[in-house]
């Protein structure tokens, strides 16, 4: 067969079989594998062992690894070409609020939309409908050609959504297994749901969680307010303070390692024509809401953050409660950006805070997982096989953009592993990840496996 009949015979396979395709990934989102909840450890278990059962079946010599958290799937499988090794998270994020689901989120269902039909379950965007289409690739691969393309290594986590504690540890002890030509990551999203995008910058994340105390106990606010000092008051004061006026950040040293853009990625994005009045008009917005010299695509791609995510203490049931809390929390996290050190920041912060609190109070702090930025290199012929195959499949030529959010592993692939990685998904900004109702476009999952078979035929 010539590579344009072969090809043609993978995406004729890929066609035919959506419906088989569909169902594997039904299965697999019928598994609540939430990571940040100990609750679900042993459905995190199970999702890795569906998914090295999955593995199996193509072939590859596959296996679930302990690590103190969840387990870490790895696969080898196929020969010859160039070495690639794909990672995705099988991993999802809690459901709460579970009121605001119209279904039960890990009992996926095909539903009808006005615009288009979806997978509607948690993980069905954020990762699992993801990594499902390189793997749904390869078997439409094996099924025409009787074998893998390439060399593969398939790396599946399932922390990425608690912030990967067990990864770095991981890559330092098999870093010989693990290290490939390249990592393809799928992860990420289409750039304003119809032109594909290579990620070339995400932002890091540091999280940090709060309880400020006061009184020995909750008081009376009648009885002791006004003389007894507020927890809540305090916590909420000093939070206010995160930001100036302008919206920018005003914890000493934050700033550090954040530089101006270079002025060819700004040209990039200048010509993307970023419509920022639909981006925040579909989210019920219609101001930019961060550092006010800044666009509103710099604000999510390229400047660092400082959010409130979680803020709650005294009474907060029905009715009222005339109540004087003993304690106030909160959790704070930090997007970072290009050099930004997280655990200089961590300190900062901590430092920040302290000098604010008042006389009684005392503060305890959590820290929670912490990441730097990435920044991709593009120059491995890779990108350019990706831009063409990408623009074939969907009509529109590929854009290099940023991400918002965070992918550990993105970084850590060149720091620890001394190799490349090339980030593109097709999940599309509605797709309520981490939020209830979550959706993967049956379009999207896919000219999602249609895109890797291109690409596979390309590099192979
Ligand atoms: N898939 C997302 C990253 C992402 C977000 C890509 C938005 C494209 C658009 C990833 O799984 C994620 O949500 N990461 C967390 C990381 C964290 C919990 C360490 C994030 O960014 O909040
Ligand atoms: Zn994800």
Known sequence: MSVATSLDAVLSRVDESLPEALE????????????????????????????????????????ARPTPGHPMVVAQGGEGGPHLLFYGHYDVQPVDPLSLWDRDPFDPELQDTPKGRVIRARGASDDKGQLMTFLE????????????????TIFLEGEEESGSPSLIPFLEANTEELKADIALICDTGLFQDTA????????GLLGEEMTIRAANKDLHSGMYGGAAQNPIRVLSRILANMHDATGRITIPQFYDGVSELPDAIRAQWQAL????????????????????????????????????????????????????????????????????????IRVQFRKWVEAQLPADCTIEWKGHGNS???????????????????????????????CGGSIPIAGYFKTYLGMDAMLLGFGRDDDQIHSPNEKYDLECFHKGIRSWARLLAKLA
Request: hydrophobic share 45%.
């Open 273 to 344: 024509a970023f419509d920022h009045a639909t981006f925040l008009g579909d989210v019920g917005l219609s101001v930019p809401a961060g550092e006010q010299d800044r666009t509103p695509l710099e604000m999510i791609w390229s400047r660092p953050t400082a959010e409130i995510n979680g803020i709650w203490g005294g009474y907060t049931g029905d009715g009222f409660k005339t109540v004087l809390p003993a304690e106030a929390h909160a959790k704070v996290s930090f997007r970072l950006v290009g050099q930004q050190d997280p655990d200089a």
């Open 196 to 203: 594909p995008a290579i990620v070339t910058m995400l932002r």
């Open 137 to 152: 690739a390869l078997r439409a691969w094996k099924s025409v050609h009787g074998r893998l393309p390439c060399r593969l």
């Open 24 to 63: 594997r990934l039904m299965a697999l989102l019928r598994i609540p594998s939430i990571s940040t909840d100990p609750a679900f450890k042993a459905d995190c278990a199970r999702a890795a062992d569906w998914l090295v059962a999955d593995l199996q079946s193509l072939g590859f010599e596959a296996s």
């Open 372 to 402: 730097p930025a990435g920044v991709m290199e593009i120059d491995n012929p890779a990108f350019e096989a990706a831009r063409a195959a990408l623009g074939e499949e969907w009509g529109r030529a590929a854009a290099y953009v940023g």
